[in-house]
């Protein structure tokens, strides 16, 4: 015993059994009859025997951890998803080491490396982004899923909402209202799902014949604050939308406030859709009417996705695509003239 601290060997010496006897009823495996491994696990329960699972997964070949890249941990969009994937692979053995790379290229790349050089068990991404990451992506010999997002040569485990039919959505809710001026928010250039969003919108208005207005169109770097800065400009604009698509809630949050500060009134003069459909979302005095990507389902996906790898490495790649849902609430309404 050492440190206070019982180990395999510990077990095997007071059951009076060989190490390969113990270790073989702590990991699972056959080989030990019913009678004596019921009489091994009984006895470590008794005595509160942990197993060293850093030594256990190292003897593997590769750590029993799965790293999980995302963008910004701070977005509660990210948190809610990271909670359901931890959750699923705690329940299957994994332990999750959440890597926050703030959209960062060069962190996301380093954090890549990490994963490789510590002999991670997967991968998981949610803030793919530039060709830089597919490249190494494409390179890596591990289980890996992508997740809401789409990089032209990666043929790997996917899973992500229609992010185009979101877009479209999102702006014939409006349009059934009788918006005719709408514009959009977007999100990086380099995100896939902010651009499928924006050529949804595109696809929807062109579809109905409403004007497109690039004055109409901003970007944004999907967080709160640049969301009060975006409606400084929609404020100084001498003919301003009826209507505002949002990439995300949170910039959809930020720009309701700053809309709000400077007089204007929400939704009677400006409409707001956003997507995501965050805990925050539905909340007495924000009622943001948001696309859901049904986040509980986009992380049991993905988690399901890399436990097929990590059970079967030649198992066949998959693209899981979740159609969206419009929630409705209380930052849209019927167009009238002002």
Known sequence: ??????????????????????????????????????????????IGYQPNTIAQSLSKGH????????????????????????QILNDNGYMV???????????????????????????????????????????????????????????????LIDNFQAGYLAVMHLIELGHKHIGFIKGPGVSSASSQRFAGYRQAIANYGLPFDEKFVFESDLKMETGRLISKKIVGL?????????????????????????????PQELSIVSFDNIPFASMYGIELTTISQHVDKM??????????????????????????????????CAYTEN
């Open 97 to 159: 080491m959440t890597l926050n790379s703030e959209y960062d290229i060069e962190r996301e790349l380093e954090f890549l490396k990490i994963t490789e050089q510590f002999n991670f068990a997967g991968l998981i991404l949610i803030t793919a982004q530039e060709e830089k990451i597919e490249e190494k992506l494409n390179r890596m010999d591990i289980p890996k899923v992508l997740v809401n997002r789409i990089l032209p040569t990666y043929a790997g485990d996917s899973v």
């Open 1 to 46: 015993m050492k440190n206070g601290k019982y180990g395999i060997s510990d077990v095997a010496e007071m059951l009076g059994v060989s190490k390969s006897t113990v270790s073989r009823v702590i990991n699972g495996n056959a080989g030990v009859g019913p009678e004596l491994r019921k009489k091994v696990m009984d006895f470590v329960e008794e």
């Open 238 to 266: 001498n003919i301003r939308p009826s209507a505002m698509v949002v990439v995300n809630d949170m910039t959809a949050i930020g720009l309701m406030d700053g809309c709000r500060a400077a007089g204007i009134v929400i």
């Open 63 to 86: 750590m029993n951890i799965v790293a999980l890249i995302l963008g910004d941990i701070r977005n509660p969009f990210y948190a809610e998803l990271t909670f359901k994937i931890q």
């Open 299 to 332: 992380g049991e996906k993905a988690a399901g996705l890399m436990l097929k790898q990590l059970k079967d490495k030649n198992a066949k790649p998959e693209r899981i695509i979740i159609e969206p849902t419009l929630i409705v609430r209380g930052t849209t």
